[in-house]
Each structure stands twice: as C-alpha cells, then as structure tokens.
C-alpha cells in the first residue's frame, strides 16, 4: 500500500522550530519530485517546498525562504521539512506530496498526499 506519513508537527511558541519528516513507503518513490504544502481552514491549499530525491531541484514559497529547509535521505525514503524562526501565519496542517514538478504558481502536480500533520505557532 502506498503510504506517506509525517510527524513532528505540534505547538511552538514564535521564533521557534521543529522539524516535520515525511516517510514514503509502499511504492517506488525514486521518479517522483516530493514537497510540503500547508492549508488552512477557508484559504487553499498552499504550496510551501519541494525538492528532487537527488537533493536537487529545491524550491520554497517566498514567504519561507531563509526559515525552511527541506531535505531528503533516499535510503530512508524520508523527506523532512526544518522550520525555523517560526511565526504564528505558518500554523496550518501541513502534508507532505509525492508528484512532479509543475510551473508557478502550482510548483507540484501532486498524486500522493499524507494525512497531514498540525502546526501550531503562538504569539
């Protein structure tokens, strides 16, 4: 059964971090581009990274960049998402996608999600 599950989401006060890992199993994830998206409850689907089982091919929405690192261990099938410098606009459900990589403003063409994991950051 092809499966991706995160974890490590949770509550942190502003200005501080965690890190979300997304474990791919079930299939053969080698060809697919991975990222995260977050949403929101009454805004869509938000596109947050993605990046290239190779490491390559890395790409963040402009409002993370400098504070999210998102990386990714082949012989684990994992894929993490390191946020820092956490601010209360990136409380969402966060999930993790398997797909290819579109243009702007989609970034993904997704055919697997996760279940999603809550993020939750207090001011």
């Known amino acids: 059964q092809v499966q991706l599950v995160e974890s490590g989401g949770g509550l942190v006060q502003a200005g501080g971090s965690l890190r979300l890992s997304c474990a791919a199993s079930g299939g053969t994830w080698s060809s697919y581009a991975m990222g995260w998206f977050r949403h929101v409850p009454g805004r869509e689907r938000e596109f947050v990274a993605h990046?290239?089982?190779?490491?390559?091919?890395?790409d963040y929405i402009d409002s993370v960049k400098g504070r999210f690192t998102i990386s990714s261990v082949s012989a684990r099938n994992t894929v993490y998402l390191h946020m820092n410098s956490l601010k209360p606009e990136d409380t969402a459900v966060y999930y993790c996608a398997a797909g290819s990589l579109t243009k702007p403003p989609q970034r993904m063409s997704v055919i697997y999600w996760g279940q999603g994991t809550q993020v939750t950051v207090s001011s």
């Open positions: 990046i290239l089982w190779t490491g390559n091919r890395v």
